[in-house]
């Protein structure tokens, strides 16, 4: 037998690190390629249009896959899933991935990051499947900035809608993402530190990086 036959035992192997020498204890997945925004700093929709190939149904992770990969992690120091994509809200019976999920032992949270255009629909099944709290990327309060940053969506009230109901149905805490870029949105950051100071709700303010190409 060679050297390279031999089988590590996995409590023999060393914790994956990062530079920092840092554990690994979160795990982000993806569950859908697909979104319902273009946001021009992430899914710029000259290169995401109507003949863009996305994945199908059948080339997608399933279910019982993306729980066999959370479980195989835990051993690694996996202890909190960020479900994320494109838009996770877009992929079918999602709740019932989210509950298979936060049965796992050794897993201590999951949560999920929306564009929130769909959360008012789910809010209320989300959290019946044990999701404890969500993550809404929203980068301004005003209309036109919202829909230029969004790729030409105009549905701001659905996202505020949605935040409501997340709150509603008990999702805490609830987090905010806003991207800030220079003469685009940063004229409206303070608008939305108004709107939430005091709700409970987090916001969080992230540096503008074009990962759309």
Do not use: W
Not at 120 to 143: F, I, M, N, Q
């Amino acid at each position: 037998m060679s050297p390279r036959d031999v089988i590590v035992p996995l409590q023999a192997r060393p914790m994956p690190r990062d530079t920092r020498g840092r554990g690994m204890h979160d795990l982000r997945i993806s569950v859908m390629d697909r979104c319902n925004f273009r946001c021009p700093y992430c899914m710029p929709r000259e290169t995401y249009h109507e003949r863009y190939r996305f994945l199908g149904s059948h080339e997608r992770l399933s279910f019982d896959e993306i729980v066999r990969l959370a479980r195989l992690f835990v051993p690694l120091g996996v202890r909190k899933l960020r479900l994320t994509g494109g838009e996770p809200l877009l992929r079918a019976n999602l709740p019932d991935l989210i509950g298979d999920l936060t049965d796992i032992a050794g897993i201590e949270d999951v949560a999920l990051t929306t564009n929130g255009v769909l959360l008012a629909r789910y809010a209320s099944e989300l959290k019946a499947a044990g999701l404890p709290r969500v993550t809404v990327s929203l980068d301004s309060l005003d209309p036109e900035v919202f829909a230029r940053m969004s790729g030409g969506f105009h549905g701001l009230e659905e996202v505020l809608a949605g935040i409501e109901h997340a709150r509603r149905a008990g999702l805490a805490p609830i987090k905010i993402n806003a991207v800030v870029q220079r003469q685009v949105n940063d004229h409206t950051v303070l608008d939305l530190v108004d709107r939430f100071r005091g709700s409970g709700v987090i916001v969080r303010f992230i540096e503008y990086m074009d990962v759309g190409n």
